[in-house]
């Protein structure tokens, strides 16, 4: 092939070439539209998220250490806020606990415990640590006195749930913290009574019921309060911790470079200590809420759901420590379905190695419990029968008892008058009476003669007044004269 033949390409070749360049500037024009959007989200969100620009160092510094002394004001505060919180633990009311942490200034020694290790400050870690020391004794001794002069009837719910922690406890203390020492940390002011808030919620109902508990004598309610207290203590210093190391906030400079070096080993050992057990205790709370979510969910899944189980939940079905699951069931559970179950609970990861241990009532099986049924609508049946005789005993009892009235009255007065009706009447027109009776009485005033006169016995109120008494019975005198057709009639008072 000649070399002027070498590059000439048919029309057709042409236009595939053609089609191609366009094809790849197209490609490469969405590249760099890619990479644009790319860049934009980018500047976007570190504009959106980025707050270290906007950060005061020395003011942060400043203030979190003007927040850690623990006296004055602010321990007449706290005690305030302790007694609120009592209080609202004491009603099981939310809202009053919510309103006790708005008042709560606990949050000044934590940070300082945070911030003194991020900073390799050691004399405001010691300052801290005596604050915080003084705000848990003066808490617990708030709490005691208290629940120690108002006990509570019974346990309720807002108490119970501050003396276990489980995964959600850990999260709040941590994104509190970082929340608090994120705004703490913001330039210009932000209303302290925010910072608060975030350290409150995790710190004041746990402090208040391990001071229920002391009250009580109950020290498992104590220790687990207690354990709630420290691990959220914690994660609110180590977030504190971690939101300054990110934002590079100055280590304390020290002219002894001895000094500057021991501090800062101390410092390290302090974070090292405080982090072992942060990352133990969140593990071991992460774990425990595994197996407390994969036993819910075996629970309901393949038991609650199966209509012919009838399962007695309790509190204490599910043991971590001795990694045994029991189960409680009413009714007789067959070989088959207790392999059922097995197999139904090795389908969850983190319970699959517990122990299934299966107790059921099998003198309560259905059958049985039907014949109980029968049995007691036959006894319901027959006392309905036996109180209706009483029913009919009673008021043939209520008839007889009239008619004997009736005799009565007609053999012991003169007259048509009947004692029933007339005793009525006067217990309505004269409400004082409290008791009422009268008879025909034979008199002789000189051994001689003798006459027929009436007699009333009357008993009034005690609360009416002399004068009053004088005067009813002046208007039940004239009274009893016209009912009995008599022209003497005698007032006896009892």
Same mark, same amino acid.
């Given at each position: ?28 024009? &969405? ?45 007449? +505060? ?19 606990? %919510? ?13 300082? &415990?945070?911030?003194? +290790? ?43 749930? #501050?003396?276990?922690?489980? +995964? ?62 420290? %691990? ?39 974070? %090292?200590? &405080? ?172 051994? +001689? ?22 005067? #009813? ?22």
């Amino acid at each position: 092939m000649s070399e002027e033949n070498k590059f000439n390409f048919s029309e057709e070749e042409k236009d595939q070439l053609n089609k191609d360049k366009i094809v790849e500037e197209k490609k490469e024009a &969405v590249r760099k539209d890619a990479q644009g959007l790319f860049s934009s989200i980018k500047t976007f969100l570190s504009e959106l998220l980025d707050f270290r620009e906007d950060t005061d160092r020395d003011a942060t510094i400043a203030a979190i250490k003007t927040d850690i002394p623990f006296k004055g004001a602010t321990a007449w +505060i706290l005690i305030c806020s302790i007694f609120v919180a009592s209080v609202g633990l004491n009603a099981d009311s939310t809202a009053v606990v %919510i309103g006790a942490m708005l008042i709560s200034p606990l949050m000044g020694p934590i940070l300082g &415990v945070g911030m003194s +290790i991020a900073i390799n400050d050691i004399d405001t870690l010691r300052k801290s640590l005596i604050n915080l020391a003084t705000m848990i004794v003066l808490s617990l001794l708030t709490a005691f006195l208290f629940f120690w002069l108002f006990p509570l009837s019974e346990d309720n719910s807002e108490l119970l749930g #501050r003396t276990h922690p489980d +995964i959600r406890d850990v999260l709040i203390a941590f994104f509190g913290g970082l929340a608090l020492i994120i705004a703490r940390t913001k330039k210009g002011t932000i209303a302290s009574v925010i910072f608060g808030v975030a350290i409150a919620t995790a710190l004041m109902p746990p402090l208040c019921t391990a001071g229920y508990g002391l009250a009580i004598g109950n020290w498992e309610y104590f220790g687990g309060a207690m354990y709630l207290f420290t %691990i959220n203590t914690i994660f609110i210093a180590l977030a504190t911790f971690l939101v300054l190391k990110i934002l590079r906030f100055p280590m304390l400079k020290y002219a002894n470079s001895a000094k500057r070096k021991l501090i800062s080993r101390l410092a390290t050992i302090v974070a %090292i200590v &405080v982090m072992i057990p942060a990352v133990w205790t969140f593990l071991t709370v992460l774990k425990e809420s595994r197996y407390e979510r994969d036993f819910n969910a075996f629970v309901k899944n393949d038991i609650q759901s199966n209509s012919n189980l009838w399962y007695d939940k309790r509190d204490d079905d599910l043991d971590m420590s001795a990694k045994t699951i029991r189960l409680r069931f009413n009714g007789d559970i067959s070989d088959e379905m207790i392999s059922a179950l097995q197999n139904n609970k090795n389908r969850y990861e983190e319970i699959r190695d517990f122990e299934l241990i299966i107790n059921a009532n099998k003198t309560r099986n259905a059958d049985r419990l039907l014949k109980s049924l029968d049995r007691a609508y036959a006894d319901l049946d027959r006392k309905d029968n036996v109180i209706d005789g009483l029913q009919k005993q009673i008021s043939q009892l209520e008839k007889n008892i009239t008619n004997l009235n009736k005799q009565i009255e007609s053999k012991n007065t003169s007259n048509d008058v009947s004692f029933t009706n007339l005793s009525r009447d006067a217990k309505v027109r004269f409400s004082d009476l409290e008791f009422f009776g009268y008879a025909k009485m034979l008199e002789s005033k000189d051994f +001689i003669n003798i006459d027929t006169v009436t007699v009333a016995n009357v008993r009034w109120k005690v609360s009416v007044e002399d004068s009053l008494v004088l005067v #009813r019975e002046r208007n039940l005198q004239k009274w009893l004269k016209q009912e009995l057709k008599v022209d003497t009639v005698f007032i006896r008072r009892n």
